[in-house]
């Protein structure tokens, strides 16, 4: 078993970590760090306001037993050197100090932005882009680092790169418009959306998401060239919106494609493309990678996205697009907190620890 932390463990994103990691095959979850405000409490008081005394988890499965009574370590007391993965979940401006930190001894699985737009440093999503986990190694050696830190993208690129992949590989693609309607949960929870500001409500704009998606999609599918990734040379613009949804990120997205491409061969190529998916033995991959609907009501986040424990992308609507010469559209649905982040990143060590990387 490999010994593993979790940064950031109280949070949105952090609970999933602690749901991920509950009797894993290979990862066994032995300490657990989050703000001084959490520092030195069970688990399970930590996660509990301290003013309403509400217990703010917000998952369908129960606190696992397991991590109830852990004692919620202060980053600083984490000696990196006693784990041999880390796992951080927290937000990008302390993301940036601590995560190089552990980076000298330990390798770091990350789901913040603070390093993905550096150049040796991969935007990792198993199944889509594994060779770009070799840079890992460049990283290490260019550092002077016996650990990585690794990122996983920002969970709107999630889905949108999976479903992008198999028509790039077939069509080739020009052109990417997508509009989000994404989940509460993916705004975490401290300070977390307002619900006054969201009931009834949507909310056109989401600070930097758009930059994120547009830069992100084209590093995750571009090139492995001489030690580094060149982009892939398409154009992506895209509106992020919140939506009063829970969890799970829809996304309607219209794509250009260099060769003509009908509903019907795209279907094909994404589902022969989850048939054949890289990763399919991994012990967290999901039955089916992409699923593909034709029933035109489907993908919706409350019937959809817990498909496969959330680790499934969920196609629908897909149909030929009537304003490019060439061009398809379709609507997506990602679970913003299991594929697309702490979930995924344990799915993403499974893949650095079959590959010898970690
Ligand atoms: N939510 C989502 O769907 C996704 C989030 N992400 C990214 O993952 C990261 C975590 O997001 P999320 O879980 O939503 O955020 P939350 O705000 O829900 O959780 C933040 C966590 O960080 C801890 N924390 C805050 N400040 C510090 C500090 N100074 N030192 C140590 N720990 C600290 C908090 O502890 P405490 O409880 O004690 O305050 C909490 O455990 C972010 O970078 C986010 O952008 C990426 C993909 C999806
Ligand atoms: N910003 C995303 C989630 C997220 O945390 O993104 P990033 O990891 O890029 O900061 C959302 O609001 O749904």
Redesign the pocket.
């Given at each position: 078993m490999l010994k593993v932390a979790v940064?950031?463990?109280?949070?949105?994103?952090?609970q999933e970590f602690v749901i991920a990691l509950n009797r894993h095959k290979w990862f066994e979850l032995t300490q657990v760090?989050?703000?001084?405000?959490?520092?030195g409490k069970k688990y399970i008081d930590?996660?509990r306001d301290p003013n309403s005394g509400i217990l703010r988890w917000h998952n369908r499965e129960e606190v696992p037993e397991y991590v109830k009574n852990m004692v919620?370590s202060k980053?600083d007391d984490i000696k990196p050197e006693n784990f041999d993965l880390i796992f951080t979940?927290?937000?990008?401006d302390?993301?940036k100090i601590?995560e190089p930190k552990f980076a000298k001894t330990t390798p770091v699985i990350s789901?913040?932005?603070a390093f993905r737009y550096e150049q040796d440093v991969p935007i990792l999503i198993p199944g889509i882009n594994d060779n770009h986990a070799e840079l890992l190694n460049l990283q290490r050696k260019n550092r002077g680092w016996k650990g990585f830190v690794a990122p996983?993208p920002?969970?709107t690129t999630t889905g949108m790169a999976i479903t992008l992949k198999p028509i790039l590989d077939r069509f080739g693609i020009e052109k990417v418009f997508m509009t989000s309607m994404q989940?509460l949960?993916?705004?975490?929870?401290?300070p977390?959306v307002i619900a006054l500001d969201i009931m009834d409500n949507v909310i056109p704009y989401i600070p930097k998401e758009e930059e994120k998606v547009q830069v992100e999609t084209k590093k995750i599918l571009g090139a492995m060239n001489n030690g580094s990734i060149a982009p892939a040379p398409l154009k992506v613009s895209c509106t992020c919106t919140r939506v009063p949804v829970l969890d799970g990120h829809t996304e309607s997205v219209f794509v250009e494609t260099e060769q003509t491409a009908d509903a019907e061969e795209v279907k094909k190529e994404m589902l022969k493309f989850s048939k054949n998916v890289s990763i399919k033995d991994l012990p967290t991959a999901p039955k089916d990678y992409i699923v593909v609907h034709d029933d035109p009501t489907r993908p919706q986040p409350r019937i959809d996205r817990e498909l496969n424990d959330g680790m499934t992308t969920v196609v629908g609507r897909l149909r030929k697009d009537t304003a490019f010469d060439n061009g398809i559209k379709y609507v997506l649905l990602s679970h913003?907190?299991k594929m697309?982040?702490a979930k995924g990143a344990v799915l993403l060590a499974e893949l650095l620890k079959d590959r010898n990387i970690l």
């Open positions: 940064i950031g463990a109280t949070g949105a994103v952090g760090a989050a703000s001084e405000r959490s520092a930590a996660i919620v980053v979940a927290l937000e990008s302390d993301a601590v789901t913040a932005a996983l920002n969970c989940a949960s993916g705004a975490g929870r401290s977390g913003n907190e697309g982040s």
